[in-house]
């Protein structure tokens, strides 16, 4: 974006300028590496270095003023996602808040008005085809594991070979000499593998590499782990079975190497250091950044994360909505733990507790009500007895604690469906908002509940396109007309908060606003054509945008201050390079971030 001249004088103002110019050596830009000054010491060496080259460069760059305007050219492309003032050709910022918007003339008038210098305030101008919308959030996602996922990232395997290979690689380009180091991995995706064959540890054995090492990885959905035969030695014994998990075994009755669920806490792993969590953290803050991340609603994966986001309040880089881990065997903790609210200057709140209902469906673990058509000997299975959750639901909403739970299986959500409407009868649901984590298959009468019960569906728009292309083959073909039915939700009443799961998906947030309208495939493909995968459940635009924005703060209780661009809310916003509510739904995808901004301030990019 260019800044053009500040215009004296009382006349109107006339968009006279170069739209696309490069900077001059005066413009008002920043470089995105500035406001992580703060986050860490890693940040900081990463800062200075960048700080150095920006200030020996020939353009010094200025930074923001205190109060400033960011405004369109021409017509209003300044989306606030407010229902009565929809679209606007400015947004005027006074340090951390959000002053006024309007038009120039109009914002203008009122900022002269207010015994201020027209001079005063600085202007920016958006580049000809750029818009501004509020911070997007992310409803559900897990920050450390996205990080600890960069570290060695096993999407790209093919094969089971193919998966080990990478393994093989990252211990060659790391010169890992000590094979007692533990290596972990993350986001090996069976169902894309020939004959969605289960891996086993004999297979991680046959790389002469590898062999002997304790190696732990993760599936992409967070629902298994493959480990090789030192890391199941390293946590033996094993015992038969475990309730709301599975044990894998050979045909000699032995464990092949994976485990479903509540089986993979038996897996002995390193505890994570302080310096490990901090790159963990810093990877995934940059990156959320720069996709327009303002906040992410932390689902819960262990409960260290939280942990880690208090001691880190003093200087958070983004929001952080955390959940609290539930532990079935741990002590009742709601009526002696207070909720975090608005720590670090309103970057941290953790008033909600994460509990696991059932498994994944990419793993055969979704509680389902009937059989699985590719697997008719069972019907998934539930984490957590159904007497858990009606004892814990309604104490912990009684003591004030947004309940969240992952449900995903129609049976599943069906049962935590009962355990709320019984919690939430004679209470104020607006004090409590409820969420169904995922929400992926519900019965048609449930879909109808969720509306009426005023809970919130928490959803994952790429989950849809990622599973299209198996989930006939568990369901059937009536059964999946059921899962991941947004429209239905919406229509019946139901609030969506959208989030992408990272690492489990895309972090983008576009990817997952592309999803949710086509149902497509980045390369605009789908089992039924390019029309989309049911496409009755598409969502629209603003319904779309509306989920990561307004409605995803919502439900973390920050819709008073977060969500939407009108006065008094926090000044979180966006800045994309193109109008992702008009062009053609196949170049969304090709938008870019040119300014992440919380608090008034860039957190990325340049303005």
């Known amino acids: 974006m260019s800044e053009l001249r500040k215009r004296q004088g009382s006349g109107k103002f006339n968009d006279t300028g ?3 110019a490069l900077p001059r050596n005066n413009d008002s830009v920043l470089p995105s590496v500035l406001p992580g000054l703060g986050c860490s010491s890693l940040v900081i060496l990463i800062s200075l270095a960048a700080f150095a080259a920006w200030f020996l460069s020939p353009e010094k760059i200025a930074s923001l003023s205190h109060s400033y305007a960011i405004c369109s050219s021409s017509g209003a492309r300044v989306y606030t996602v407010d229902h009565v003032v929809p679209n606007v050709q400015c947004l005027v910022v006074d340090g951390s808040l959000i002053l006024d918007t309007g038009s120039l003339e109009d914002v203008m008038a009122r900022w002269v008005a207010g015994g201020r210098l027209r001079s005063s305030l600085q202007i920016h101008y958006l580049d000809k085809s750029s818009i501004v919308v509020p911070g997007l959030s992310d409803s559900h996602a897990h920050i450390l594991e996205y990080g600890a996922n960069r570290q060695l990232p096993l999407g ?42 289960w891996p086993t540890s004999d297979a991680l054995e046959m790389d002469p590499i590898i062999r002997g090492r304790p190696v732990i990885l993760q599936s992409k959905d967070g629902h298994a782990l493959w480990i090789s035969k030192k890391a199941l030695e390293l946590s033996s014994p094993w015992p038969s079975e475990i309730e709301g998990g599975v044990i894998m075994k050979d045909s000699f009755g032995n464990p092949s190497g994976v485990l479903l669920d509540n089986a993979q806490d038996l897996v002995k792993r390193p505890v994570p250091t302080e310096q490990d969590l901090l790159k963990r953290f810093n990877i995934t803050v940059n990156d959320a950044l720069s996709y327009g991340l303002t906040s992410i609603h932390d689902a819960g994966f262990n409960p260290i994360s939280l942990e880690f986001f208090k001691r880190s309040t003093e200087h958070p880089c983004v929001r952080i909505y955390g959940m609290r881990y539930f532990e079935e065997n741990g002590p009742y903790w709601g009526n002696l733990s207070k909720p975090i609210i608005n720590a670090g200057n309103g970057r941290l709140n953790a008033r909600s507790v994460k509990i696991f209902a059932d498994g994944a469906l990419r793993s055969g673990g979704a509680a389902l009500n009937e059989p699985y058509c590719d697997n008719p000997h069972t019907k998934g299975f539930m984490r957590l007895d159904p007497e858990v959750l009606i004892d814990v639901i309604p104490k912990y909403l009684r003591d004030g604690w947004q309940v969240n739970v992952h449900a995903i299986g129609d049976y599943a959500n069906g049962v935590v469906l009962d355990t709320f409407e019984t919690a939430l009868k004679d ?6 908002r409820p969420r169904l984590e995922h929400a992926q298959i519900l019965t048609k009468t449930d879909m109808e509940r969720v509306g009426k019960l005023g809970v919130i569906a928490s959803i994952q728009p790429t989950h849809a396109i990622s599973d299209m292309w198996f989930a006939e083959d568990r369901l059937g073909s009536e059964r999946v007309k059921r899962l991941y039915a947004f429209r239905s939700l919406l229509d019946h009443g139901s609030r969506l908060a959208i989030g992408s799961d990272f690492p489990v998906e895309d972090m983008n947030p576009l990817a997952g606003f592309y999803a949710a309208i086509t149902r497509l495939s980045p390369a605009g493909q789908s089992p039924s054509g390019p029309s989309g995968w049911f496409p009755e459940q598409r969502l629209t635009r603003m319904e779309a945008l509306r989920g990561m924005t307004i409605d995803a703060a919502y439900a973390s209780f920050t819709e008073d201050n977060l969500g939407s661009l009108v006065p008094g809310k926090r000044a979180d916003y966006v800045v994309l390079s193109q109008d992702i509510m008009t062009v053609p739904v196949d170049q969304i995808l090709s938008t870019k971030v040119q300014a992440t901004v919380i608090d008034g301030r860039l957190a990325f990019g340049q303005v």
């Open 18 to 20: 170069p739209q696309n």
């Open 156 to 197: 790209s395997g093919k094969t089971i070979e193919d998966t080990t290979a990478l393994v093989r690689q990252y211990i060659l380009d790391n010169n890992l000499n000590d094979s007692s180091k533990i290596i972990e991995g993350w986001g090996w995706d069976h169902t894309s593998w020939p004959g969605e064959e």
């Open 427 to 432: 209470v104020n649901v607006t004090a409590l």
